[in-house]
């Protein structure tokens, strides 16, 4: 079974992806299909002896949108292509906004004592002031003639979507608005109440303003991939004849040798043929504890050199290397999430049909009662007028855009509104350990003396010998030194060994700094340190020793504790019924005392990027719905796939932009105040479907004259428009509730 990537345009509502979904599900030899809305492709998986590429691509052409192969463009090509596709949306909007507004004040301003110019007053210029409204109404009905397009798509392949029920309800308001113009001009001045100019482009202005945010949010999700692709230096060292050459990492080839000194970023994946050095692999596992390496070891891509001299073998090129595969497995995972179920677009889908034959039907049937064409235009108009979707298309984003500020205000800022939907459903955090459980940092929680050496006098002598050395580590030893107020000792003789540690002079003293290996290497004899060695290992601590003229001195250990807070996270989350997991690429030991200090319940150990994934998968795969709480660069493909993905912000960048909700302040415990906002917003948006769509069950009957039958009055369609605006209201007021949203 194979598996391609399309993608698809013109796709703007849940009802659009399930048209595309459906168009290539009927095609023999299509297993299945994940359509992503938000990141606008199409996951197809298929038999190749089947069928092939083309007639899928025909398939969702027929079916009103487009679709194509991604292609492999340059970077700097891909960001400037988003950015003017964001730009023109941008445009768009603005251009529509400058049109909507003083459409609006010229309709409504004067019906709360607002000032008009002389020659637009409706008492005393009533022609001039209809032509003011469809003026200013025809450029914003330009601006949306992408609705209008797509909704003729729609109709054209028997679908029915938002943007039909947008466009009927502009186009009819704006056709009746022509036709009460032409009223006012024959002599027939009461038809300037009938009027819905400002109704045809406040509709299609919203509409703009949500479709740029969908715009932006797509720039965003494409620059978490660029910034992955980034992390592969743009250049790399070779040996050419025995000399070092330059050359651009992506000519790389599997065979290649590549040199990578002290500092500099390794550009692909490879094996080390000759040399040693200490890696920072924490883009890519997570963990700050550097990694040493030597002959035979493996390196990876994005992966940074901080001391040493390697040559190793290319055994992956830059497209298959670990930053490109992370990338992938962003990209895919951003494919295969379920899809959000919209409400409004599934009651649309049902809703549209209805009323477009409600409203032929009505009309109809007045005619046939022996109306006239006039009474019944009258009641074709009022059923689309007060069907129209404000309230309806209201209902969603309102409350979502109050959630979204209220959690801003709070340092939880969430990126989409599919996360709000997601995070209510939640019945599983998984955090990452290392930035998100844990600070990130390595930090000395131990020190003990040995064989009567005073402990100022080993701090000092420490300090001095690991000032000099440029491991990771060594920051840590120092900056818990230097709050002992030790003295600085110039030293000579300095000597590093990867791996293991370092060794130096010190008035005269031979002074070894390092690990088990170090010592014994010196012949130290570690035998009274047995104890504190076997408790910091049960701990899951390092332990780094200090001798002095061949006797042991000292030893220090260091670990990565716990964040502030992370207890009560937990405990929050657990009250929530929620069950908690941790994943780590740190080793079993370490992994299950960080868990059993934090309260956390399950553990999975050991991992790389991709089974960190495959974790992710597992577990939704069980029927979980699924949080991922990370910071690293490791964690974007598992942010991604997981049903809400949440980062702190004391993470990376790209951690950030693959997440759905960023906690700015970096404070876990605002994980189930997210997840408090979710479940308060879910409920606020379905009483406003609720409402939208009663309110249309009980007035548009009202508005096909069902009254007028037993000597009740016939709707004004300008009645019918202010009760559209009054459900609009009920919705807008309902969602502010969200702003007194507690913790």
């Given amino acids: 079974m194979n598996k391609i990537l399309l993608d698809i345009e013109g796709m703007h509502c849940a009802a659009c992806s399930a048209a595309v979904e459906k168009s290539l599900k009927k095609l023999q030899g299509v297993d299945d299909v994940s359509v992503n809305l938000t990141a606008g492709n199409a996951l197809i998986y298929f038999d190749e002896k089947t069928i092939d590429i083309q007639p899928m691509i025909e398939s969702v052409n027929n079916a009103g949108f487009k679709a194509s192969l991604p292609e492999n463009k340059e970077r700097k ?18 251009f529509s906004v400058v049109f909507a507004i003083p459409l609006f004040y010229i309709s409504m301003g004067h019906m709360i004592g607002a000032p008009l110019f002389e020659f637009i007053n409706p008492e005393l210029h009533p022609i001039n002031y209809a032509l003011a409204q469809m003026i200013f109404c025809i450029p914003v009905l330009l601006s949306g003639s992408e609705i209008f397009i797509n909704a003729f798509k729609a109709a054209m392949h028997k679908n029915v979507n938002m943007d039909t029920l947008i466009a009927m309800g502009s186009l009819v308001s704006f056709a009746y608005s022509i036709y009460s113009l032409i009223k006012i001009i024959t002599g027939d001045i009461s038809y300037i109440h009938q ?109 940074i050199n901080i ?9 992956a090129d830059i497209h298959s290397s670990s930053p490109a595969r992370i990338a992938e497995c962003v990209s895919q995972a951003q494919t295969t999430k379920a899809p959000i179920a919209n409400l409004a677009n599934k009651i649309a889908s049902v809703f549209v049909p209805c009323v477009l034959c409600i409203a032929a039907l009505s009309a109809l049937a007045w ?32 409350a979502l855009t109050v959630s979204m500020g209220s959690s801003a205000s709070r340092g939880i800022l ?26 990130g940092k390595p ?23 690991e000032s000099k050395s440029e491991h990771p580590l060594a920051k840590a030893v120092t900056d818990y030194c230097s709050n002992h107020n030790t003295d600085y000792l110039e030293c000579s003789n300095f000597d590093s060994f990867t791996g293991m540690g370092i060794e130096c002079l010190i008035n005269k003293e ?36 200090i001798s002095i003229n061949s006797l042991l001195a000292g030893a220090v250990a260091l670990s990565d504790s716990l964040k502030n807070g992370c207890e009560d996270a937990v405990k929050s989350l657990k009250s929530l019924g929620i069950n908690t997991v941790m994943l780590t690429g740190d080793n079993s030991k370490t992994a299950e005392i960080i868990a059993k200090q934090s309260g956390i319940q399950q553990v999975f150990a050991e991992l790389m990027p991709d089974d960190k994934l495959s974790v992710i998968n597992q577990l939704k795969n069980e029927g979980k719905k699924v949080i991922m709480v990370g910071d690293g660069i490791n964690d974007a493909p598992s942010l991604t796939a997981a049903d809400v993905g949440i980062a702190v912000s004391t993470g990376t960048d790209i ?24 479940k308060r917003t879910m409920k606020i948006i379905k009483q406003n479907l609720f409402w939208a769509f009663a309110y249309n069950c009980i007035c548009i009957p009202v508005a096909a004259g069902i009254l007028s039958l037993f000597g009740g009055p016939l709707l004004n369609p300008m009645l019918g428009a202010a009760a559209m605006s009054l459900s609009s209201i009920t919705v807008v007021t309902n969602s502010l509730r969200l702003r007194k949203i507690k913790n």
């Fill in 414 to 439: 969430i990126k989409n509104g599919e996360a709000i939907q997601r995070i209510s459903e939640i019945d599983t955090v998984v955090f990452d350990k290392t930035g998100t459980v844990t600070k």
């Fill in 510 to 545: 031979l002074i070894c700094c390092g690990n088990d290996k170090l010592m014994k290497k010196n012949n130290i004899c570690l035998s009274d340190a047995t104890e504190f060695i076997q408790k910091m290992s049960e701990q899951g601590k390092t332990v780094i020793f």
């Fill in 307 to 315: 001391n040493g001299y390697i040559l190793f073998e290319v055994t």
């Fill in 195 to 303: 009027l819905y100019f400002e109704s045809s482009g406040m509709i299609l202005t919203f509409i703009l303003i949500g479709r740029y945010l969908e715009t932006a949010s797509k720039k965003k999700t494409n620059s978490a991939i660029e910034k992955l692709l980034d992390l592969s230096p743009e250049t790399a060292l070779i040996t050419v004849n025995g000399k070092e050459t330059e050359v651009s990492s992506s000519s790389l080839k599997i065979g290649d040798t590549v040199i990578v000194k002290s500092g500099m970023t390794i550009p692909v994946d490879g094996k080390i043929i000759k040399g040693h050095c200490t890696a920072d692999e924490s883009m890519l596992t997570g963990e700050s504890m550097p990694v040493d390496k030597t002959e035979r070891d493996n390196v990876y891509g994005g992966t």
């Fill in 655 to 678: 951690a950030i932009e693959s997440a759905d909700i960023v906690l700015i302040g970096g404070d876990i415990r605002e994980v189930a105040t997210a997840i408090r906002i979710g």
């Fill in 443 to 465: 930090e000395v929680t131990e020190f003990k003396c040995f064989n009567g050496f005073e402990k100022i006098r080993v701090l000092t002598l420490l300090n001095c010998a």
């Fill in 77 to 94: 090509e891909i960001r400037k292509q988003n950015e003017k596709t964001t730009l023109k949306a941008k445009q768009r909007l603005l």
């Fill in 367 to 398: 005619l046939i009662a022996g109306e006239t064409p006039d009474f019944a235009l009258r009641i074709l108009v009022c059923v689309l007028v007060i069907a129209c979707p404000c309230s309806l298309g209201l209902a969603t984003p309102t």
